[in-house]
T-cell receptor
Framework: GAVVSQHPSRVICKSGTSVKIECRSLDFQATTMFWYRQFPKKSLMLMATSNEGSKATYEQGVEKDKFLINHASLTLSTLTVTSAHPEDSSFYIC??????????FGPGTRLLVL | SQQGEEDPQALSIQEGENATMNCSYKTSINNLQWYRQNSGRGLVHLILIRSNEREKHSGRLRVTLDTSKKSSSLLITASRAADTASYFCAGETSGSRLTFGEGTQLTVNP
């Protein structure tokens, strides 16, 4: 089946620093990728839709200047959490849509901001 | 985005029993999908049911969809300890956007 990877799987950073998370579709091309965040024991909240070659579409309430998304190629989307603060600590998950209806999810990145 | 609701929030059963989880959603959807998530891991797609379908089977999974009531159910038959996980429904709307339910934590006791 289709595989989506995320890197890093886990990151700890100091407050005020920026963190970049990569999402890659390994064996298919994805014109659309999605970024979600998930708090402990909670559901996934869609943050933004990442479209290859164009600007991301952010969900209501998500700060686009804080969560920078770049989808530079058909296999890579990046999420940069700028000037991270402890409240940004969360589990970030990406998904990729190829030629099929099913979204394939990455394994997630756990971010801890101290 | 509006979140769907799932019940129960937590379900604990014995191995061999059936587990039923319900999901309700608020907007019109193209399809309804069910996912599984082990603690701290990514999501695994289980099954997709289209808006014009009423029931679908896949192995030990049975999914129903009632678009008039905007609800779906997931039945896992003959449960196993390895089925212990969180289960989420997600309604797909335009542009492949998914809106997830709150999830059901299933515990299958050996």
């Amino acid at each position: 089946g289709a595989v989506v990877s995320q890197h890093p799987s886990r990151v700890i950073c100091k407050s005020g620093t920026s963190v970049k998370i990569e999402c890659r579709s390994l064996d298919f091309q994805a014109t659309t990728m999605f970024w979600y965040r998930q708090f402990p024991k909670k559901s996934l909240m869609l943050m933004a839709t990442s479209n290859e070659g164009s600007k991301a579409t952010y969900e209501q309430g998500v700060e686009k200047d804080k969560f920078l998304i770049n989808h530079a190629s058909l296999t890579l989307s990046t999420l940069t959490v700028t000037s991270a603060h402890p409240e940004d600590s969360s589990f970030y998950i990406c998904s990729a849509v190829g030629s099929w209806e099913t979204q394939y999810f990455g394994p997630g990145t756990r971010l801890l901001v101290l | 985005s509006q979140q769907g609701e799932e019940d129960p929030q937590a379900l604990s059963i014995q191995e061999g029993e059936n587990a039923t989880m319900n999901c309700s959603y608020k907007t019109s959807i193209n399809n309804l999908q069910w996912y599984r998530q082990n603690s701290g891991r990514g999501l695994v797609h289980l099954i997709l049911i289209r808006s014009n379908e009423r029931e679908k089977h896949s192995g030990r999974l049975r999914v129903t969809l009632d678009t008039s009531k905007k609800s779906s159910s997931l039945l896992i038959t003959a449960s196993r300890a390895a089925d212990t996980a969180s289960y989420f429904c997600a309604g797909e709307t335009s542009g492949s956007r998914l809106t997830f339910g709150e999830g059901t934590q299933l515990t299958v006791n050996p």
